[in-house]
C-alpha cells in the first residue's frame, strides 16, 4: 500500500503577520509544481484566516496547532473547530508534546479533541513522543501504547483511517539532535502495530505517521525513505524558504 507523503511546518508561536505572508508567497510559488506530495503549513491561530487566503490557489493547506473540543460558549481564550473551518483550515495539531508538557495537556484531552475534529471533518495529527528519562529508563514503548491507546478510544474505524499521526520523541525536538533513521522506524512500525491490533492491517496500512524532532534540508531525506515513515512534522527548518522546500522536495 503506498500512502501520500505529507510534509507539515509547525510554525509554533513565531512569524508576524507580514513575515508569515511573505513566507507563504515564496513556498506558492517554489512548490507550485509538486504534485506527489501533500504539504501543509501551521501558523498561530491569529493568522491562520490570513495565510489560508493567502494560498487559497495553491497546493498547500493550512493547519491550526491547537483546537478546543466544545462547538461554542463560555471557553475564554479557546478556538472552535467551527471557527478553524470558517476561515479555511484544514488540519488540526493535537497533542503536541509543548501543549502536553507545558500547558498540560492530558491524554484524556487530545482523546477529546480529536474526537471533535474528526467530527468536525478536519484532519486531526496526534502527535506523540518519550522524553528523554523515558526512552532511557527503556519505557519508550509504554509511553507510547499509553498515548495511542488513549488518544484514539471512542474512535471508529472509519475515522481512524483519516487521522494522521506524529512521532515527536521529546528529546529531539528543537535540539538538533534528530532519531535516527532506524529509531525513528522501530516506533513508527510499532504505532502502526498498535493502529492493526484495534483496527486491522488495512486501516493500519492506511493511516500516515510522520516523524518530527530536528528534522532539516540534510538529515530528511534519509528519514522519509524508511518504509513506515510517510511525512515529516517540522518545527524550525519550517520558518524559512529554503529549507522547507528541500525538505518538501526530498520526499519526491
Ligand atoms: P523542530 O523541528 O524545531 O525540532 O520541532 C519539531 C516539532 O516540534 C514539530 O512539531
Known amino acids: 500500500m503506498s500512502r501520500r507523503i505529507f510534509i507539515a511546518g509547525n510554525w509554533k508561536m513565531n512569524l508576524l503577520l507580514v513575515e508569515a505572508l511573505e513566507l507563504v508567497g515564496k513556498l506558492k510559488e517554489q512548490l507550485r509544481d509538486v504534485k506527489a506530495v501533500d504539504i501543509a503549513v501551521c501558523p498561530s491561530s491569529v493568522?491562520?484566516?490570513?495565510?489560508?487566503?493567502?494560498?487559497?490557489?495553491?497546493?498547500?493547506?493550512?493547519?491550526?496547532?491547537?483546537?478546543?473540543?466544545?462547538?461554542?460558549?463560555?471557553?475564554?481564550?479557546?478556538?472552535?473547530?467551527?471557527?478553524?473551518?470558517?476561515?479555511?483550515?484544514?488540519?488540526?495539531?493535537?497533542?503536541?508534546?509543548?501543549?502536553?508538557?507545558?500547558?498540560?495537556?492530558?491524554?484524556?484531552?487530545?482523546?477529546?479533541?480529536?474526537?471533535?475534529?474528526?467530527?468536525?471533518?478536519?484532519?486531526?495529527?496526534?502527535?506523540?513522543?518519550?522524553?528523554?528519562?523515558?526512552?532511557?529508563?527503556?519505557?519508550?514503548?509504554?509511553?507510547?501504547?499509553?498515548?495511542?491507546?488513549?488518544?484514539?478510544?471512542?474512535?471508529?474505524?472509519?475515522?481512524?483511517?483519516?487521522?494522521?499521526?506524529?512521532?515527536?520523541?521529546?528529546?529531539?525536538?528543537?535540539?538538533?539532535?534528530?532519531?535516527?533513521?532506524?529509531?525513528?522506524e522501530e516506533v513508527h512500525l510499532f504505532i502502526r502495530n498498535l493502529i492493526e491490533k484495534k483496527y486491522g492491517k488495512d486501516i493500519a496500512e492506511s493511516v500516515r505517521i510522520q516523524y518530527g524532532g530536528s528534522v532539516n534540508d540534510e538529515n530528511a531525506k534519509e528519514i522519509l525513505a524508511k518504509p513506515n515513515v510517510d511525512g515529516a512534522l517540522v518545527g524550525g527548518a519550517s520558518l524559512k524558504v529554503e529549507p522547507f522546500v528541500k525538505i518538501v522536495k526530498s520526499a519526491l
Open 47 to 184: 493568522y491562520v484566516q490570513q495565510v489560508a487566503k493567502s494560498l487559497s490557489d495553491s497546493n498547500i493547506g493550512v493547519g491550526a496547532q491547537n483546537v478546543y473540543y466544545r462547538e461554542k460558549g463560555a471557553f475564554t481564550g479557546e478556538v472552535s473547530t467551527g471557527m478553524l473551518i470558517d476561515v479555511g483550515v484544514k488540519y488540526v495539531i493535537l497533542g503536541h508534546s509543548e501543549r502536553r508538557h507545558i500547558l498540560n495537556e492530558t491524554n484524556e484531552d487530545v482523546n477529546l479533541k480529536t474526537q471533535a475534529v474528526l467530527a468536525s471533518g478536519l484532519t486531526p495529527i496526534v502527535c506523540v513522543g518519550e522524553l528523554l528519562a523515558e526512552r532511557e529508563a527503556g519505557t519508550t514503548e509504554l509511553v507510547i501504547k499509553s498515548q495511542i491507546e488513549s488518544a484514539f478510544v471512542n474512535v471508529a474505524a472509519a475515522d481512524m483511517k483519516k487521522c494522521v499521526i506524529a512521532y515527536e520523541p521529546v528529546w529531539a525536538i528543537g535540539t538538533g539532535k534528530v532519531a535516527t533513521p532506524d529509531q525513528a
